[in-house]
């Protein structure tokens, strides 16, 4: 969830830390704070945005070459300026950034404060600082790192910490379990982050901490150990991405760029990947896994949010072209349930940042019981990728804006391609209309600039008859279900309007009691082989007065009369055509938001990636 940054080199670090939060902010925005030392330990932070914390440093001219930053997301005490990191310990020498949850911090207060230690704060954070202070100065000949090595031995939960201390003036020290932290390398500086979006303007080489690893870093030199103290040697990675990735590019928003980058990501997904005129598919990250994925006596698929809806579009696909049994589980239940899955399973977890932290608890479940855990995901040098057996990288680009977008469509395109693969590999359907299915696949960047292009205008017009609705309703079918329920989500997260996403033959089952006059009812009609149900459903709406807007193939007649609204789209085959509904209900929130004058880019009370429980 939230965001560290910390720097060690010849550069103002008050500068470089701001920076890295304003890129890192998507982590988490609540409050933001820096620890900078310069002979002092000076700690500037409070509740608000970046840009607030910016004005305060600015205004008191805070310089120094060594710091430490936080941008918060809240877990333990509310936002506010106190529970605003960095936290200090009692004697302000040692200060503390933290991403994670401390679950024994309770106990660990209780048994300090007896010791006549006092917390200023609500949060678990404080007690790292307190903690390693009392170690630290109670423990004879102990050194810094001793000592933080000790903290951490007594911690139960997960973190990513920063610390500074006015003892050890020339070093940032750093520790991961369960929160992701990579280390840049510069020339003569170091950076600390917890992913690269805030060190690519500096440098392009990376080492990535794994759990239960730290470092203690100077200005020119680095060493990794583990809590027991093992030294480590580090594989260097270069960063793929450029600073023009994470950048707005003129748009007003994150998200609507990452919505038009569409055509772009999902042709970057599928390059070297698809041959459209051989009619081959080649996935190099599952070629010594491709034998078990095609046996597999099942497929288990595990994710959360956005990741989830695509695993569902996923479970349609494989199991109609691919005929293998799939089951989609919400990653946040799949361990608490003593799941049935070992040897002969597959478990494929999707996650757009890799470190998603109900995610890794069921890869790391399914692993110790013998399934075959793949993975698919965004970001190269994740825990996610280093932690399953094989899988694909979407190649989707850095995703900034918090609701996901652009990483739906990649990752449904990934599943596409597996699916096509294991049917091919099965012999399930013929090199032939395996060729036609790649075809038509490498068309679809095309038909979502067209969408992009062509829908864009009206979709603004529609979304200012429909910004006050109270309610919405998004009904789909078959493959399109779950985009019902991606759009149902992508309005609730950055518009706040109460929205539900059904099936559409459901709706019968309840739902159908919600609606009137006032009820905007999303209906996608893209799907030919429902298309006569849905055209039911869509009358059942009418007869109860509901305004409908419908998402419908640019041939669909019979669905345009019945609708008040209609955005047309181009046709593919029905199990590719999520890829298309979900462009213009990804507009739709867009611009009831903006109309709103909702932050569309850090909607209230999220954060990109969930990094913890």
Not at 193 to 206: F, H, L, Q, R
Not at 455 to 469: G, H, L, R, S, V
Request: proline share 3%; glycine share 8%; hydrophobic share 40%.
């Amino acid at each position: 969830m939230c965001g560290i940054v910390g720097y060690i080199g010849e550069k103002d670090a008050s500068q470089v830390l701001v920076k890295g939060l304003k890129r890192l902010e998507y982590r988490g925005y609540d409050s933001a704070g820096v620890a900078l030392m310069n002979g002092k330990m000076m700690i500037e932070k409070g509740k608000g945005k970046v840009s607030n914390l910016e004005k305060k440093i600015d205004t008191k001219k805070l310089i120094a070459k060594i710091g430490i930053g936080h941008t918060r997301w809240a877990t333990h005490g509310e936002p506010n300026d106190i529970n605003s990191h960095p936290h200090v310990s009692e004697s302000g020498n040692i200060a503390v950034v933290h991403n994670g949850i401390i679950e024994n911090y309770n106990s660990l207060k209780k048994k300090l404060e007896l010791r006549g230690r006092t917390f200023k704060s609500a949060t678990d954070t404080e007690i790292i600082a307190q903690l390693l202070e009392e170690i630290y100065t109670t423990t004879k000949g102990i050194t810094f790192e001793q000592a933080i090595q000790l903290t951490l031995k007594q911690i139960v939960g997960t973190y990513g910490i920063a610390v500074v201390s006015l003892d050890q003036q020339d070093k940032v020290y750093v520790a991961r379990k369960g929160s992701p932290l990579l280390l840049g390398i510069g020339d003569n500086e170091m950076f600390i982050a917890s992913d690269a979006s805030p060190i690519v303007e500096y440098t392009n080489k990376v080492i990535y901490l794994d759990d239960g690893e730290m470092a203690v870093v100077t200005k020119d030199s680095y060493k990794v150990k583990t809590i027991e103290d093992v030294e480590l040697t580090k594989e260097i990675h270069e960063l793929e991405m450029g600073l023009e990735a994470i950048e707005k590019a003129g748009y007003p928003h994150f998200m609507l760029k990452e919505i038009f980058e569409q055509p772009r990501s999902i042709g970057d997904c599928m390059r070297g990947r698809i041959n459209p005129e051989e009619g081959t598919i080649q996935l190099g990250g599952l070629r010594d896994v491709m034998d078990e994925l095609v046996n597999a006596k099942r497929i288990v698929i595990a994710a959360c949010g956005t990741s989830w809806h695509s695993a569902l579009v996923g479970e349609y696909i494989f199991e109609y072209l691919a005929r293998t049994p799939v089951e989609v589980e919400y990653a946040s239940e799949f361990r608490y349930r003593d799941p049935l899955i070992g040897k002969g399973d597959v478990l494929l977890v999707i996650s757009q940042s890799g470190e998603t932290a109900d995610t890794l608890a069921a890869l790391r479940e399914a692993k110790e019981r013998g399934a075959l855990v793949l993975g698919i995901c965004n970001v190269v040098g994740s825990t996610i990728s280093r932690e399953t057996d094989a899988g694909v990288f979407t190649h989707a680009g850095p995703e900034i804006g918090v609701a996901s977008t652009k990483a739906f469509t990649a990752q449904v395109v990934v599943l596409i391609m597996m699916a096509i693969k294991i049917a091919m590999e099965k012999g399930e359907i013929t090199k032939k209309k395996a060729k036609k299915l790649i075809q038509e696949l490498d068309s679809i960047p095309e038909k979502v600039d067209q969408i992009l292009q062509e829908c864009d205008e009206p979709i603004q017009k529609i979304a200012k008859m429909f910004t006050y609705a109270p309610n919405f309703l998004y009904l789909g079918r078959s493959y399109n279900f779950p985009v019902a329920l991606e759009g149902a989500l992508k309005l609730k997260e950055i518009s706040y309007i109460h929205a539900e996403g059904y099936p559409a033959a459901e709706m019968k089952h309840g739902p159908i009691a919600l609606i009137d006059e006032m009820m905007p009812v999303v209906v996608i009609a893209a799907t030919k082989h429902t298309n006569d149900k849905t055209i039911s459903n869509i009358e059942e709406v009418k007869a109860r007065k509901g305004r409908i807007l419908s998402v419908m193939n640019d041939d669909n007649k019979d669905v345009k009369e019945l609708s008040e609204f209609s955005i047309q789209i181009p046709t593919t085959k029905d199990y590719f055509s999520p890829l298309l509904t979900v462009i213009p209900l990804q507009l739709l929130s867009y611009y009831i938001a903006v109309n709103r004058g909702c932050n569309v880019d850090q909607p209230r009370n999220l954060a990109k990636s969930v990094t913890v429980e």
